[in-house]
């Protein structure tokens, strides 16, 4: 079933700071992975994205690193902007699967 | 990205009624819609997959009966929430995913529905 947290680990940087969010995913058939950002009251918005025979792929301030080994994923957003506070949801494609399944985010925090 | 959108943004609603909420992509053809509901301070939890000119599909747990889904078009799906009650409160986004089964899909999400039932 769905991924569904309780209680949404925040964290908490100074402006300026590199931020990193991590999460674990649980199913070697993933194939693709998706980082979104939600802001309170909105939709998920699409960040950045990686295939999973990829081990990085960079944006714009956004940086995603794919550990396959250990199933981890992680979201690197450089020089975090008061903007960039919101809660931020990993999302994989299992194979077989139609719809994406989500880990159970994380609160952004950018303190001025 | 491409845009989707989801009307009403917010509802209010006594118990008893039922509430229909309107998922449309606005740019690309959607074979396949999501609907999700969130509880405050939780992840996304899917309820059912929409499937244009099909029946959804959905997850455990998640009443077909109470949740009508309907998906006439490939721009367009329908979530309606039948008699509802205080507890079906929550926030309700839906998601399109076009392309080939298989290929990279990204999901796009609407904005939400923020559903109140008194």
């Known amino acids: 079933g769905e991924n569904v947290g309780l209680h949404l680990p925040t964290l908490s940087v100074q402006e300026g700071d590199n931020s990193i969010i991590n999460c674990a995913y649980s199913?070697?058939?993933?194939?693709?992975f998706i980082w979104y950002k939600q802001e309170s009251g909105k939709g998920p918005q699409f960040i950045i994205d990686?295939?999973?025979?990829?081990d990085k792929r960079q944006g714009q301030r956004v940086t995603v690193l794919l550990n396959k080994t250990v199933k981890h994923l992680s979201l690197q957003i450089a020089a975090t902007q008061p903007g960039d506070s919101a809660v931020y949801f990993c999302?994989?494609?299992?194979?077989?699967?139609?719809?994406?399944?989500f880990g159970s985010g994380t609160r952004l925090q950018v303190q001025p | 990205g491409a845009v989707v959108s989801q009307h009403p943004s917010r509802v209010i609603c006594k118990s008893g009624t039922s509430v229909k909420i309107e998922c449309r992509s606005l740019?690309?053809?959607?074979?396949?819609m999501f609907w999700y509901r969130q509880f405050p301070k939780q992840s996304l939890m899917l309820m059912a997959t929409s499937n244009e000119g099909s029946k959804a599909t959905y997850e455990q747990g998640v009443e077909k009966d109470k949740f009508l889904i309907n998906h006439a078009s490939l721009t367009l799906s329908t979530l309606t929430v039948t008699s509802a009650h205080p507890e079906d409160s929550s926030f309700y986004i839906c998601?399109?995913?076009?392309?080939?089964?298989?290929?990279?899909?990204?999901?796009?999400f609407g904005p939400g529905t923020r559903l109140l039932v008194l």
């Open positions: 998601s399109a995913r076009s392309g080939v089964q298989g290929a990279r899909e990204t999901q796009y």
């Open positions: 740019d690309f053809q959607a074979t396949t």
């Open positions: 990686i295939r999973s025979n990829m």
């Open positions: 199913n070697s058939a993933s194939d693709y």
């Open positions: 999302a994989e494609n299992i194979k077989g699967r139609r719809a994406l399944t």
